[in-house]
């Protein structure tokens, strides 16, 4: 691959991955359904009477949630490449683990929320062990993004004020944001964490879009 080639991938897999999590907003906005919800502690009968209120709401979501989850990741293995010389080497290998990792962790955390909305549909019980299992690990995939963004952040470029405001926004915005949702839980900190990530997504893509347009008239 070209860097030329590089710098279109990364803004189509961000801009892609920015759309499905716009994709996924909007049925929380239009229907009252997250799959966010259904990563919390809540009484087992609770649990299973909401989650078979919210089947199709929540079983479209979480396809745009595997799609998003694509997305991200190609766009960030796109931004490792393009990022991967002199001493941002380690910076940049760790925080591509810890994205990895967050892949993982995501597309288990789906798939065992429509293992819980297969057991419910049946009439099986959903266990209190089972809802608190789910919790620990989807915390852990969110943190695990928190550390993968705030490393790259120290590896993107900052010669342009769209850059800058990237870089400042992963460091200022997105962690502290994240954090907070766990430690003191508010509505208001779920919302500004969709909007960081929806903002940082189709920041990376414009920048890279730029860039790929810049390699494109510059001579061969």
Do not use: C
Not at 87 to 93: C, H, M, S, T, Y
Not at 170 to 193: A, C, E, K, M, Q
Request: charged share 15%.
């Amino acid at each position: 691959m070209t860097t030329k080639e590089i710098y279109k991938y990364i803004a189509i897999t961000a801009f892609a991955a920015g759309l499905m999590l716009a994709g996924m907003f909007a049925i929380t906005l239009m229907k009252g359904v997250s799959p966010q919800h259904f990563e919390l502690v809540a009484a087992p009968e609770v649990y299973a009477d909401e989650i078979i209120a919210a089947e199709q709401p929540l079983r479209l979501a979480l396809t745009f949630d595997n799609l998003f989850l694509t997305f991200y990741t190609a766009a960030f293995v796109f931004l490792a490449i393009s990022l991967w010389e002199g001493n941002k080497k380690i910076v940049v290998a760790i925080g591509l683990g810890a994205l990895l990792i967050t892949a993982y962790l995501d597309l288990l955390e789906n798939h065992d929320i429509l293992t819980q909305l297969t057991t419910a549909l049946n009439g099986f019980p959903i266990t209190l062990h089972d809802l608190q299992n789910r919790m620990i690990w989807s915390q852990l995939k969110f943190h695990s993004s928190y550390l993968g963004f705030f490393l790259f952040a120290f590896a993107l470029p900052g010669n342009t004020l769209l850059e800058k405001l990237l870089k400042y926004s992963l460091w200022f915005g997105y962690l502290p944001i994240g954090i907070l949702v766990y430690t003191f839980p508010n509505p208001i900190f779920d919302i500004l964490r969709i909007v960081f990530m929806l903002a940082g997504l189709f920041l990376l893509s414009g920048i890279y879009f730029i860039h790929y347009q810049e390699k494109a008239k510059s001579p061969k």
